[in-house]
């Protein structure tokens, strides 16, 4: 429960951030936001946080995590916004491939949230191009799993 409200409180907190920065930018940021391989049934928050990024400026594009590389080309098409991708589970994998051919392509992530990231049921850790801040958040993974 407690891991939970961690998880909870520090995605808020990345939401408000985001929609607090919207209102001082010219340009807004374009966040790229990958569910799980539950899809809509475990990654709800990110719906939640779609509308209140929408709210404050931000291009949001949301889909599931397979469809990272249709994101990644997309987000080549726009190098001069400021982008942000936030996975959960798989998602959260993928947000690491996402950044890495955004960057092949010659655009630039500037931070990927991935919370917590799993593949196959192993906790991994996304891998991301230099010049990425990437923050994970474990919050439902047993520490030493």
């Known amino acids: 429960m407690i891991r939970a409200l961690a998880a909870a409180t520090v995605f808020a907190s990345t939401v408000a951030l985001l929609a607090t920065q919207a209102s001082a930018e010219v340009v807004r940021s374009r966040v790229y936001l990958m569910r799980g391989l539950g899809g809509i049934l475990f990654s709800t928050a990110l719906d939640k ?3 209140k ?3 404050a400026g931000h291009m949001v594009i949301l889909g599931g995590f397979e469809e990272w590389y249709a994101m990644a080309q997309d987000a080549a098409k726009h190098k001069g916004q ?3 991708c936030n996975g959960h589970s798989r998602g ?3 947000c690491g491939d996402f950044a890495r051919e955004v960057a092949r392509l010659g655009g630039k992530v500037t931070t990927v949230y991935a919370i917590d990231p799993v ?3 192993v906790p991994e850790t996304p891998q991301v191009p230099r010049g990425t801040l990437l923050i994970v958040v474990r919050p439902y993974q047993v520490p030493g799993s």
């Open 119 to 121: 593949f196959g049921g």
């Open 92 to 94: 959260a994998v993928r």
């Open 82 to 84: 400021r982008m942000v």
């Open 49 to 51: 946080a779609a509308v």
């Open 53 to 55: 990024l929408r709210a």
